[in-house]
Structures are given as structure tokens and as C-alpha cells.
């Protein structure tokens, strides 16, 4: 099963796009990318997903790399409800990380 | 719907007790699994199953047993707490989504409230 490596916190603004980067250079041609998000102690929230092209849903934005080896969740306008715990998988059985901490301030 | 709940939501043992968690999912998913999260840690999968009857072994299954005797109902037993099992333990369920075009599936997963057990 494929790694992810995603830095361990991030800062944005309220209002700001957030972008939280990952790094998933060993993931295979029929591995997809998931997102996931862990607000404070509760059950982690499903947000996206892909497996080659850009998508987008009403949470947030997926951008893969042609190459598929990283990828980018972008948050629009993050709010501060979107301080959480962010986590990337690429595996079929969704081996979660330590994820990255987005903090947002007003 | 109520989605995904877990019983009990809090619970201490003693070393050495037993106990079961129950995990009921209200949405047919074909595929449930349990996982724990120590502090400061991500999530790590026990044990799953693809479908009633079956059960697999995932990431640290040790000291963990499950069944899936209905489909909507996935339990994780601790036979012999150990203070090393004190953990949020979290219940998840899923469809699969087969691509037979690209040869991949997708699942999405969606998870419980947790459980929080202490062993003492």
C-alpha cells in the first residue's frame, strides 16, 4: 500500500484559500487519493476524492499532479470551523497517517 | 438515518477484564472496519470485513477479536485488557465502488462518534 507524507501543521487565514500539500510518490495506477478531516476528538469526516482528475464538491477542490505522485486539497475560504486534523490516504485500505494540523485564525 | 453509532461511548476496564464494542451501521454498507487512535496519532485499522460472515486482519490486530454476524453489525471484542489497548477505538462502514474500466474501487468511508476505553 502506497505512503503519504503531509508536513505536520499549517497556518491560514479566515477567509484565505487554504492548500495542504501531499506527497504520495509510491501510489499505483489504480489507487485513488482520499481526504479525510478529524475536527477535534470526533470520527473523521470524509471529503473528497480522486484518482486522476481534478475534482470538486461543495467541501472543497482536489488537484493530482498529471504524474499523480502528489496532490493538493484547497479549501476555498476557510473558515474557522475548518480547524482540524487533515489526512490524505492512497491506500485500499485506508491507512491513515498523523496528518497535517490546519489551524485557522481570525 | 442515524449513519454509524457506536456502544458504549465511554468505558473503563480493568486489566484483564472483557468486554465487546458494538458498531451498527443503518446505510447497507458492504464493508465495515475498526480502527484506533492513541494521543497525538493517527488512525490505525484493527480489523475490517468485506461482508457479512468474513472478517480480515488490518494494521495491529493483536489482542482484538471480531465478528460480523449481521450485515449491519460489526463487533470488536477484548478478551484481556491490557492498559496498552487504552485508546478512542472508532467503527467505520463503506461501499465499494467497483471501476472495471480502470481496475480500481473507491471507498468511501464513513465513520463513528468513537469509543473512549481506558484499561486500568
Known amino acids: 500500500d502506497a505512503k503519504t507524507t503531509q508536513p505536520p501543521s499549517m497556518d491560514c487565514a479566515e477567509g484565505r484559500a487554504a492548500n495542504l500539500p501531499c506527497n504520495h510518490s509510491t501510489i499505483s495506477g489504480n489507487e485513488y487519493v482520499y481526504w479525510y478531516r478529524q475536527i477535534h476528538s470526533q470520527g473523521p469526516q470524509y471529503i473528497i476524492h480522486?484518482?486522476?482528475n481534478n475534482e470538486t464538491n461543495e467541501m472543497a477542490s482536489l488537484i493530482i499532479t498529471e504524474d499523480r505522485k502528489s496532490s493538493t486539497l484547497i479549501l476555498p475560504h476557510a473558515t474557522l470551523r475548518d480547524t482540524a486534523v487533515y489526512y490524505c490516504i492512497v491506500s485500499r485500505k485506508l491507512i491513515f497517517g498523523t496528518g497535517t494540523r490546519l489551524q485557522v485564525f481570525p | 438515518n442515524a449513519g454509524v453509532t457506536q456502544t458504549p461511548k465511554f468505558r473503563v476496564l480493568k486489566t484483564g477484564q472483557s468486554m465487546t464494542l458494538l458498531c451498527a451501521q443503518d446505510?447497507?454498507?458492504?464493508?465495515m472496519y475498526w480502527y484506533r487512535q492513541d494521543p497525538g496519532m493517527g488512525l490505525r485499522l484493527i480489523h475490517y470485513s468485506v461482508g457479512e460472515g468474513t472478517t480480515a486482519k488490518g494494521e495491529v490486530p493483536d489482542g482484538y477479536n471480531v465478528s460480523r454476524l449481521k450485515k449491519q453489525n460489526f463487533l470488536l471484542g477484548l478478551e484481556s485488557a491490557a492498559p496498552s489497548q487504552t485508546s478512542v477505538y472508532f467503527c467505520?462502514?463503506?461501499?465499494?465502488?467497483?471501476?472495471?474500466?480502470?481496475?480500481?474501487?473507491?471507498?468511501?468511508?464513513?465513520f463513528g462518534p468513537g469509543t473512549r476505553l481506558t484499561v486500568t
Open positions: 467505520a462502514s463503506s461501499y465499494r465502488i467497483e471501476f472495471w474500466t480502470s481496475g480500481s474501487a473507491a471507498y468511501e468511508q464513513y
Open positions: 480522486g484518482l486522476k
Open positions: 446505510m447497507n454498507h458492504e464493508y
